[in-house]
């Protein structure tokens, strides 16, 4: 199986290039917001589009979601595609993506910016920032077989024939465009960091939490005194773990990684018995 990469940021009109790539490059199918994408038929998963909130959007895109990842990963074991086009805002994701749904990593990345002429992204972009439109590269019928009771408003666009084909595209406003834009602050993460370290029992004391925004994602490094009693390097990699998870639960932002430095390990307090 041969993977492809879209790649570029939300709402520059990835969704709605990806059908021209596929029939352009003989791709099967494409993997997009949580969607498995053939023929223009929607043949497993649920769109990230369906979601009431974007944290949650977020999750299903990245196939978080057991269930919803099984059912996709059982589809396309039926389907056996020699090609496929995966979407994502960034190469990090499609990754991400890939590796959940047990695909081999992309041979092929595009990146938008180099497909679409710069004019086409800004109207993208003023029609997702302005109207909350957003694009699903399946006919309206798709829709809604699969979609319609979740969707808010849906609209079909650009039909090439009088039966449509797998170009044909609707474009949609989800639940969660009317509600405005969730942004988790560094201080919030901070204090959430903070709060999932001192509610384990290894953590005695946090001396330090730094957040560093990378080209690959969010990092923290943390230091902090650990209980005596576990091991320290098993303890850092459960820490490590945990804020992972946690993180990315409560709020939808994925940690690329987590630098636990042991400041010290404190011993009780020996009392000498008395006579």
Known sequence: MKVYALVGPTG???SYRAPH??????IDCIIDDGLLIASGRILAGRSAKA??????AAKVAVFYFPNHREEVKKALQELAPEK?????ISLPMVEKICERLELPKPEVVWDIFHLAPLDEIQMALVARESQGKHTIPVPLVEVKRNLWSAITDALPVGVWRWFYTSREKTVVRPP?????????SEAALRTLVFLCLVHTPWVQKVTA???HRTERGLEVELSCVLQNGSSVAEVCRFLQQYLRERVEYLTGVELQAVHVDVEGVLFPSWQPSRS
């Open 176 to 184: 969660f465009s009317y509600l405005g834009k969730l942004i988790v």
């Open 21 to 26: 790539l596929a029939k352009e490059h003989g």
């Open 51 to 56: 979601e009431l909130s974007k944290i949650r």
């Open 12 to 14: 520059t009109g990835k």
């Open 84 to 88: 496929i086009l995966v979407l994502g």
């Open 209 to 211: 939490i730094n957040l």
